[in-house]
């Protein structure tokens, strides 16, 4: 088993609907979640990032944490074809250890 | 801010030669840098991580001697293959941790496809 699954998808939605995207992981250590975004054939760029439990919310985009499921979601409001892309998971334990990525989720916004 | 470079963004050599991989951060200094490997629909996988001053510590089933990792200053860190073959051939990425941030903060560069003939 894998300490993070994430469907790799693909995901075809219409324009302006609400996407959501999610990660389980084994490791009940995670304290720090991240979801980045990849555009094809470029680097990760960090999208948010969340401690522990709880939301939190940056414009069109909200990230769930719940640690008791160790389950963790993103979500896209009113989503655009700029959001195209791959969207990956990560999380380690905190301080300087090991960040751990899912697979990424490759999300496709039809005009 | 907080922008990480890569040089070159693609390359093509023949097997049996060496290539070399920079990675600068532009505008911060990075303690640490991490030098990771993407395939086709699959995750990152990190090779190592290099600390600036110290050797690279590497990630279980890479090979040290063929991935050459060098850190020798708060913006720059190469990766140099050796050897490579065609099973070298991948996207290499790595990314940097600001020296003021928190452990899990890292941003990345925009990648490098290598391509052994």
């Known amino acids: 088993q894998k300490e993070v699954e994430q469907d790799p998808g693909p995901l075809s939605v219409p324009e302006g609907a609400i996407v959501s995207l999610n990660c389980t992981y084994s490791n009940s250590a995670f304290q720090y979640f991240m979801w980045y975004r990849q555009y094809s054939r470029k680097g990760p760029e960090l999208l948010m990032y969340?401690?522990?439990?709880g939301n939190k919310e940056d414009g069109r985009f909200t990230a769930q944490v719940d640690k008791s499921s160790k389950y963790i979601s993103l979500f896209i409001r009113d989503s655009q074809p700029s959001d195209s892309a791959t969207y990956l998971c990560a999380m380690n334990s905190g301080g300087y250890q090991k960040v751990t990525f899912g697979t990424g989720t490759k999300l496709q916004v039809i005009p | 801010g907080a922008v990480v470079s890569q040089h070159p963004s693609r390359v093509i050599c023949k097997s049996g030669t060496s290539v070399k991989i920079e990675c600068r951060s532009l505008?911060?200094?990075?303690?640490?840098m991490f030098w990771y490997r993407q395939f086709p629909k699959q995750s990152l996988m990190l090779m190592a991580t290099s600390n600036e001053g110290s050797k690279a510590t590497y990630e279980q089933g890479v090979e040290k001697d063929k991935f050459l990792i060098n850190h020798a200053s708060l913006t720059l860190s190469t990766l140099t293959v050796t050897s490579a073959h065609p099973e070298d051939s991948s996207f290499y990425i790595c990314s940097a941790r600001p020296a003021s941030q928190g452990g899990y903060e890292q941003y990345f560069g925009p990648g490098t496809r290598l391509t052994v003939t």
């Open positions: 505008d911060f200094q990075a303690t640490t």
């Open positions: 969340t401690y522990s439990s």
